[in-house]
């Protein structure tokens, strides 16, 4: 896997984590306020299980951010180093 394709792939993840991680909290903002609405415990399992994949989901989200951050860095000082080496020598 060259480093296009794994750029492209953390970018995939991304965007599958953040819409994971808005689908899990619409989810559990359902069953709060059913919860609330009939006056019951009913989903409290169900809304901790959600908050521990929500979790779970942003602690991946923050990694691949953090990787896709850092390539874009190494991008920005590759190309300035390659302007610098490239650059008329005087």
Do not use: Y
């Amino acid at each position: 896997m060259d480093i296009l394709d794994v750029v492209a792939n953390l970018e995939r993840h991304r965007q599958r984590l953040t819409d994971e991680i808005k689908d899990l909290t619409t989810d559990s903002n359902v069953l709060r306020s059913i919860n609330l609405r009939h006056g019951t415990n009913e989903f409290d399992e169900a809304i901790k299980v959600l908050r521990q994949r929500t979790v779970s989901d942003e602690r991946a989200l923050r990694e691949v951010t953090a990787q896709l951050d850092l390539f874009r860095l190494h991008v920005a000082k590759g190309q300035a180093m390659c302007r610098k080496l490239s650059a008329p020598q005087k």
